[in-house]
């Protein structure tokens, strides 16, 4: 089975604080990604990966940034927190392209920016 | 990026009722699709894939229409565990990666 981790599933920061997301998969995919979900909006991409070193933004970058320096392992990073990024944060990854491009996601991580 | 609707719900059935969700996307380029299941708190799960030809998969029927640019989800017999939001998803294969694009989910709830 496919298993994709978050480093936490609940998290809690004050504002202007530097808050790391990692996210860890199994399964030697090729593509990694971050989406935030909010009630309403539903799922929108932040960052994704294709490859080591490699990074595209998404719908809403703002305000984060990403890192991947190995292939299993998936960092987003939020400079200086605000109120307005409490949501939860969920990490995907799949295979590249065609009928393997079935997304598997993590448990998810709830932060909430005090 | 262009948008796939769906219409949000809550669906309430009663129990071993059929429902129909239906969901329109608007990129004519998109190359695949799927229906995503979530459960409250939880991530999203790969439900199915759909083909252009339709498939099934013990209760639950999808079908493609490209021309109207339509996908459907049809489940028979609802259990009280169908209850979940289901995304209906589609991969628009843009040229800088391979990123699916989500609706906002429609809510079910099967009753006793």
């Known amino acids: 089975d496919v298993k994709v981790t978050q480093s936490s599933r609940y998290l809690v920061k004050r504002t202007g604080e530097k808050v790391f997301l990692e996210c860890v998969q199994d399964m030697d995919h090729e593509n990694m990604f971050w989406y935030r979900q909010d009630p309403g909006l539903g799922l929108r991409l932040i960052y994704f990966?294709?490859?080591?070193?490699?990074?595209e933004k998404g719908d809403i970058p703002e305000g984060y940034s990403v890192s991947r320096e190995k292939k299993e392992r998936f960092s987003l990073i939020l400079e200086s927190a605000s109120t307005n990024q409490t949501s939860m944060y969920l990490c995907?990854?799949?295979?590249?392209?065609?009928?393997?491009?079935?997304?598997?996601f993590g448990p998810g991580t709830r932060l909430t920016v005090l | 990026r262009k948008e796939v609707e769906q219409d949000p719900g809550p669906f309430n059935v009663p129990e071993g009722a059929t429902v129909a969700f239906n969901c329109t996307y608007s990129?004519?380029?998109?190359?695949?699709f799927f229906w995503y299941r979530q459960d409250c708190r939880k991530e999203p799960k790969l439900l199915m894939s759909v083909y252009s030809s339709g498939n099934e998969d013990g209760r639950f029927t999808a079908q493609l229409n490209r021309a109207s640019q339509y996908i459907s989800l049809l489940i028979r017999d609802s259990k009280l565990s169908d209850s979940a939001t289901y995304l209906c998803v589609v991969n628009e294969n843009s040229n800088s990666g391979y990123a699916l694009n989500f609706g906002k989910g429609t809510s079910l709830l099967v009753t006793p």
């Open positions: 995907a990854s799949s295979w590249v392209g065609g009928a393997k491009d079935t997304q598997y």
């Open positions: 990129n004519s380029a998109s190359q695949s």
């Open positions: 990966s294709y490859d080591v070193k490699m990074k």
